[in-house]
């Protein structure tokens, strides 16, 4: 299996369990996939500048102050829906990328699973779970504080009686047609 001219098998001084697994099964560590791809993309990214920066962080300290504060389930589910209908957008846009990297190309035709389509469809679809899955425990907070399941009204704990324990009996019922002849 030929090999980058970049990679080189490692000795184990002052390497990481990445680079020494690498080593031993003569594969690429993640840093060096990604230094390759960094050099071989120099060009595009010269033609196509993207940002330095990371996105904007949402500054939570709000969020932070008024969990703080609550006192009820219904003041933590209103900075809950909050913060959830803030990030929504954000985390949209990150899945809408990651699905339209799974489809780049028809890449995502006939892939099977496990393959880097589909792998990335289901992190755009995690991604987005997130913030259902947060959702999901707010309402079930706001049900069991609100609307808690009802509590069955079993009888007394006692001595059974016999009369309790047998079904009751039918009423008399004449017997219906004509009666039996000898």
């Known amino acids: ?83 959830l209908d803030a990030a929504e957008p954000a985390l949209r846009a990150v899945s809408d ?10 890449r995502h035709r006939g892939a099977v699973k496990g393959s880097p389509p589909k792998l990335l469809m289901e992190a755009a679809s995690r991604g987005l779970s997130v913030a259902a899955i947060a959702d999901e425990a707010d309402l079930r907070t706001l049900r069991a504080a609100y609307d808690p399941a009802p509590t069955p009204n079993f009888p007394p704990r006692g001595p059974a009686r016999a009369s309790t324990a047998l079904p009751p009996t039918p009423p008399h019922v004449p017997p219906a047609g004509p009666a039996p002849s000898r």
């Not at 939570?60 to 969990?67: D, E, G, H, N």
């Not at 990328?97 to 028809?106: D, E, V």
């Open 1 to 83: 299996m030929p090999q980058d001219p970049d990679f080189e098998l490692y000795d184990n001084v002052g390497r990481d369990a990445d680079q020494i697994a690498a080593a031993r099964y003569g594969i690429a560590t993640r840093g060096d996939l990604l230094r390759w791809a960094r050099r071989d993309s120099e060009a595009f990214l010269a033609e196509h500048p993207l940002p330095d920066k990371p996105l904007p962080s949402p500054d939570l300290a709000p969020y932070l102050a008024a969990l703080a504060a609550a006192q009820t389930p219904a003041e933590v589910s209103a900075v809950t829906q909050h913060l």
């Open 97 to 106: 990328y990651l699905f339209a990297t799974a489809q780049w190309r028809g």
